[in-house]
């Protein structure tokens, strides 16, 4: 059983580049959730869907979008990559309800240069 | 919204010390409170939770302890051992109808043999 996938695990991106983070999981959970990874700041959420076609605004969404097309995918798109977008990207799923467990992937070490 | 803190930001144990970890919460419609860890180029996994209606909970070596009316709640590990040592978050979620979690800063947590 795979879990979840995130791809790449680690990408060099030059500034005012568009890079999509990509994001699968085999678990037909319908939240997923992406979060940056930044030392001193823990997990911040940037968006979030509760169910396919049906996305939302988190804790730092600018700069960032996100679609749900279905139910497995869940891509974090940077339309212009600025440095402050270096981070580590994590993407998470959960089963519905409001006290499962989220299962998070590998996370994509992301360098905005 | 809801806002938690976490501390230490570091500790450091022998090997069969117990270690603890705090945190607060500033929600008081939060009702779900999840602890994760995570390892070294790994994502964050759950390693206990605690819902709102329960003071305490237990599993093997760790425990966590929930105050609501204090709003904090505190990760208990006993007889730490050396394969310990990573770094722990607190959350407790959004009270949204669906799984939304806010997370502490981390504590990365090293067990010296």
């Known amino acids: 059983i795979a879990g979840i996938t995130q791809a790449p695990t680690s990408q060099i991106l030059a500034a005012g580049r568009r890079m999509t983070l990509r994001c699968t999981q085999d678990?037909?959970?319908?939240?997923m959730y992406w979060y940056r990874q930044d030392l001193g700041l823990g997990l911040r959420l940037i968006h979030y869907?509760?169910?396919?076609?049906?996305?939302g605004k988190g804790e730092v969404p600018d700069g960032y979008s996100v679609s749900r097309a279905n139910t497995d995918d869940f891509p974090l798109t940077l339309a212009s990559a600025v440095p402050s977008q270096t981070s580590v990207y994590f993407c998470?799923?959960?089963?519905?309800?409001?006290?499962?467990?989220?299962?998070f992937g590998q996370g994509t070490r992301l360098t905005v240069v | 919204g809801e806002n938690v803190e976490q501390h230490p930001s570091t500790l450091s144990v022998q090997e069969g010390d117990s270690a603890v970890i705090k945190c607060t919460y500033s929600d008081s419609a939060s009702n779900y409170f999840p602890w994760y860890k995570q390892e070294l180029g790994k994502g964050p996994q759950l390693i206990i939770d605690i819902r709102s209606n329960v003071g305490e909970k237990k599993d093997q070596r760790i425990a966590v302890t929930l105050n609501k009316t204090a709003k904090h709640f505190s990760l208990h590990i006993t007889e730490t051992q050396p394969e310990d040592s990573a770094v722990y978050f607190c959350a407790a979620n959004l009270n949204t109808g669906f799984q939304k979690l806010v997370f502490g800063t981390g504590t990365r947590l090293l067990v010296s043999p």
């Open positions: 869907s509760n169910t396919a076609g049906t996305t």
């Open positions: 998470a799923s959960s089963a519905a309800g409001t006290h499962t467990e989220a299962f």
């Open positions: 678990m037909r959970h319908n939240a």
